[in-house]
């Protein structure tokens, strides 16, 4: 196959703004002694941080908002009794509240000696253990910071995600490939090749998946953008060529690599109404 042609795909704009998910590390955090970081081969990144005394020691996330909405904090966190299972917790100068970590509802935990994610809710003020108050920080734009202080000794924490949705985010990919949600249009832009505006047939916009997949041809198009619907979950890769008129086809573009995920967040079930009476 003779080799002439030389093309440079962009990715074009998906169209769909993706919700606001901050995601932090607590080993990467600000710790005051004696809160600590210590490796968990089951924590994520394989590093967590253990409240190593009760009542003394602290880890502070700092993080910038760009769009001004209501926040919650979904927490990843070891609970595996009752003895290490809360924080005090500030945002920016609010009051302190303290955070049960394995409390799903008014009087019910679940206790569990595997890492877990919980919605970070507070007592209000009130210092009955059984109470929860659902936390929602409406952040302006700018930045912000979330202090956790030991109040259990043991009490563990490995990762926050700071969300304006009510579900729980999805961990990022280990890798740094874009995502899009399956079914999602992708629309790819390219190039005309130097020297050839009257000599191009046609262009063909080929897709891999996983990272070492062979690549299929899937559009065949005159026009230099292709939009695609077929997408799979995992990574998808596209690239491009050029077929002149004499049916030689270029050598492939750059490639492009995209994670196609079910979406952005998982969801999960609401917390039970709270407060039932006869009015």
């Excluded at 109470?131 to 259990?152: C, D, Q």
């Excluded at 079930?269 to 009476?277: A, D, E, F, G």
């Amino acid at each position: 196959m003779k080799t002439w042609l030389t093309i440079v795909p962009v990715l074009c704009a998906f169209g769909v703004q993706a919700a606001t998910n901050i995601v932090l590390e607590a080993e990467n955090a600000v710790i005051a002694a004696p809160m600590a970081a210590y490796n968990d081969a089951a924590a994520l990144g394989g590093r967590a941080v253990n409240a190593a005394s009760a009542d003394t020691g602290t880890v502070s996330f700092t993080f910038n908002i760009t769009e001004a909405s209501v926040y919650n904090v979904w927490c990843r966190v070891l609970a595996p009794d009752a003895g290490t299972d809360s924080f005090y917790i500030t945002m920016d100068s609010q009051a302190e509240d303290i955070y049960d970590t394995a409390r799903i509802a008014e009087n019910q935990n679940v206790y569990s000696p595997n890492w877990q994610w919980n919605l970070m809710g507070g007592r209000g003020g009130v210092s009955a253990s059984g109470t929860i108050i659902p936390l929602n920080y409406n952040l302006g734009v700018g930045a912000h910071t979330l202090r956790f202080r030991s109040r259990e000794a043991g009490s563990k924490l490995d990762q926050i995600i700071i969300t304006n949705t009510n579900s729980v985010p999805q961990p990022p990919p280990t890798n740094n490939y874009p995502n899009v949600v399956l079914n999602q249009p992708v629309t790819l832009a390219w190039d005309y090749p130097t020297n050839s505006l009257t000599n191009i047939a046609t262009f063909i916009v080929y897709r891999a998946l996983g990272e070492a997949g062979a690549h299929n041809a899937q559009v065949n198009t005159t026009n230099q953008t292709a939009t695609l619907t077929n997408t799979t979950l995992g990574v998808n890769r596209f690239m491009v060529t050029a077929r002149n008129k004499a049916g030689l086809e270029s050598d492939p573009s750059n490639e492009i690599r995209l994670n196609v995920v079910t979406s952005t967040n998982t969801p999960v079930k609401p917390r039970p109404p709270r407060n039932v009476r006869i009015p």
